[in-house]
């Protein structure tokens, strides 16, 4: 160690794959970690935070003004271990000057895996079929037994077409599907051009998709994205995706419009309040219900918990953050 390294102390909010806690610990810093899978409550959090220089943070802590004035001025940065940090009150940060980062990039593979697994498993009925196995109902191969509904030649809807909207997109094309995409502004002419992807309104998008799929950041203007109105525009043959974030979608006027039949099925990794998923959603056949597996493999969370390790030494080094957000 030369006689400039700065040895800070890190309170990292939750339990993380061991490779990224390592990291933290063999640059020698100070270290105090939440062991337990359960998430950490708030008034432990708040005295562990007091004296951190950086905080790395899991989603399931609200990191807010309350949280980083605990922490005191010495502190530098927020390493979220997540691509979404809507659990960051980010101007918060900023007025404070400490950098906040979250981990683009590792989990894009396996949160578009998850969300054509929903795809495939809202279309073909599969939680469906088994449930049906498992109720040991008696059953047997039928012409017209839990037809579902094929890809190929289906119009895939993104909303929102950033890295995860992306690789679903191919994966969804080689399937046969064909692509439109809304989003704030057209994508590079390159990979319109690879996934023959139409740029449309979100209206545009919602009336003519057969699978509309949410890959927009949570903010104020994406509450609610889809509400009411926007359900009822959708066909009524077609599926609602969402491994995004649970409040793109007003969950009651999902649940209204599944009732009213104005579309066939949702697919959701994720809910409005989770862990509570909407009780009119829990019964339902036309719904298939995940609990937040978007990131959910080894590797990927592995990945996910050395970038923000990365993120908190190189800012502990003085160095820029390699995965600042905005
Ligand atoms: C998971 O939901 C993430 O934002 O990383």
């Not at 073909?124 to 109902?137: D, K, P, T, V």
């Not at 051009?193 to 927009?216: F, G, I, N, R």
């Not at 990794?269 to 998923?277: A, G, Q």
Request: proline share 5%; with cysteine; hydrophobic share 45%.
């Amino acid at each position: 160690m030369s006689a400039t390294h700065q040895l800070g102390k890190v309170v990292v909010t939750g339990k993380i794959p061991q490779p990224g806690l390592d990291l933290l610990i063999g640059a020698d810093h100070t270290v105090v970690s939440w062991d337990d899978e359960t998430a950490i409550g708030r008034d432990e959090l708040l005295r562990r935070v007091v004296g951190a220089d950086v905080i790395v943070s899991l989603l399931t802590e609200k990191i807010d003004a309350e949280l980083l004035d605990a922490a005191g001025p010495q502190l530098r940065a927020v390493c979220n271990v997540a691509v979404g940090y809507n659990n960051i009150d980010v101007p918060a940060c900023r007025e404070r000057g400490v950098i906040a980062t979250n981990t683009p990039g590792v989990l894009t593979d396996a949160t578009a895996d998850i969300a054509m697994a929903l795809v495939l498993m809202t279309t073909r009925r599969l939680a469906e079929g088994e449930r049906l196995i498992r109720s040991r109902e008696p059953w047997q191969w039928g012409m017209f037994m839990m037809l579902g509904t094929g890809l190929q030649g289906a119009r895939l809807g993104l909303v929102g077409m950033g890295q995860i909207g992306t690789a679903l997109a191919r994966r969804a094309k080689s399937f046969g599907m064909t692509i439109g995409y809304s989003n704030r502004r057209p994508v590079d002419p390159a990979i319109a051009d690879e996934l023959d992807a139409e740029y449309l309104s979100l209206d545009e998008l919602l009336a003519t998709s057969d699978v509309v799929s949410l890959h927009c950041p949570y903010s104020p203007e994406t509450h609610h994205l889809i509400g009411p109105a926007q359900l009822t525009s959708m066909r009524n043959t077609a599926f609602l995706i969402n491994t995004a974030r649970g409040p793109v979608v007003d969950e009651a006027a999902l649940v209204a419009a599944l009732e009213r039949g104005e579309l066939a099925g949702a697919g959701l990794d994720v809910f409005e309040k989770e862990p509570e998923v909407h009780h009119g959603l829990l019964d339902r056949d036309d719904v298939v219900l995940i609990p937040h597996l978007g990131s959910a493999t080894v590797e990927t969370r592995t990945a996910m918990a050395t970038l923000a390790a990365r993120n908190a030494l190189a800012i502990l080094a003085g160095q820029g953050p390699v995965t600042p957000i905005g």
